[in-house]
């Protein structure tokens, strides 16, 4: 019977020219499920990829809210230099990191009433830095 499976046919039961490759069904099976297999792996990592690309833009945009909330000025491309710097990798990591770091200058714009522009008085005072590496992921 595994006989019949490896007769050599090509297109409408003709046979097929001597030296052509002929496969058993499990062989034909296993290279298909093989295909599949790798294929589907594609398709997992394109879709974690996408869903990682997604979390990340949710993470900028509410990054970008928490930072209006504390009145802080930034240009567009400065957030993500601010999220990098930070080491924040949730939104309540930021918050954490922001608090942090408002506590160690004392102030925050909103508070100092002067133009955002032009550094404030308290700036030149001495900081805290213990309390600055740990807001931004540093070794003490």
């Not at 030296?19 to 093989?34: K, L, S």
């Not at 990340?56 to 993500?80: C, G």
């Amino acid at each position: 019977m595994n006989e019949q499976n490896k007769t050599p046919t090509g297109e409408a039961g003709n046979p097929t020219p001597a030296g052509g490759a002929t496969f058993t069904q499990d062989e034909v099976n296993n290279i298909i499920g093989a295909r599949l297999a790798k294929e589907r792996a594609k398709i997992e990592s394109d879709l974690a990829d996408r869903e990682e690309q997604l979390a990340r833009q949710e993470y900028t945009i509410s990054a970008r809210k928490v930072l209006e909330e504390r009145h802080f000025k930034y240009n567009a491309d400065d957030v993500t230099a601010i999220l990098g710097v930070l080491k924040a990798s949730t939104v309540q990591e930021l918050e954490n990191a922001l608090t942090i770091i408002q506590k160690s200058i004392g102030l925050t714009l909103k508070e100092q009433g002067t133009n955002p522009a032009t550094p404030p008085q308290t700036w030149n005072q001495p900081t805290h830095d213990a309390e600055i590496r740990k807001a931004m992921g540093l070794k003490k």
